[in-house]
């Protein structure tokens, strides 16, 4: 059987044509290279004389190849090509700029966190314990009255959770904004 050209079978043009409709939500640069891609395979398979009923039928409905397309262009989206320069440049940036408030906050935040929040039940303890008449000496020396050390424990316990909770948020923003610095967004 001789090979069927694409361009001149009624069949593969409406295929091509269904196909294109499908395909409109997508670029246009990105639709034409589709249909160039499926143009080209439609030719290799006839010139290595498959039938075209078959290879229309192993390509499956145009409007379910055009989902499929639709699909992987939106899972995995194409970056321009002289998107890397400002994708580098604002990693350069966020790197340069964003690493003194970066190190500034760990470094305050995370060990008040740390410090607050080992501190808290020891201080809230020596207060329940000196309510009794314990005296937690060797270990813990303050000079707080035990009322004191019971209301100042659950205090620091707040502002513990709450640099610990910010430090968090922080670093998760900071993650979020390389990814998308990262991603060309």
Known sequence: MCPVAVEKNPAAERYLAVLKQALSAMQPVDRS???????SHI??????????????????????LAKAYLVESYLNPKLPGANWMIRTLGLFGILVFGSLPTLLLTCVLGPLGLA???????????GI???????????????????ESVILGPIMGV??????????????????LIRQVAAGR
């Not at 290279?33 to 143009?39: G, K, M």
């Not at 006839?46 to 409905?61: F, K, N, S, V």
């Not at 607050?116 to 020596?126: E, G, K």
């Open 159 to 176: 502002f513990a959770a709450i640099c610990l909770w910010a430090l968090f948020r922080y670093l998760q923003w900071v993650a979020r």
């Open 33 to 39: 290279e589709v249909l160039d891609e499926i143009r």
């Open 116 to 126: 607050f929040s080992i501190a808290s039940p020891v201080i809230f303890t020596s």
């Open 43 to 64: 030719h290799d398979a006839t010139a290595a004389g498959r039938p075209l009923d078959e290879i229309l039928a192993r390509l499956g409905p145009a409007d379910a």
């Open 129 to 147: 314990c000196g309510f009794f008449g314990v005296s937690l000496e060797p270990v813990v020396q303050s000079d707080l009255a035990p009322w």
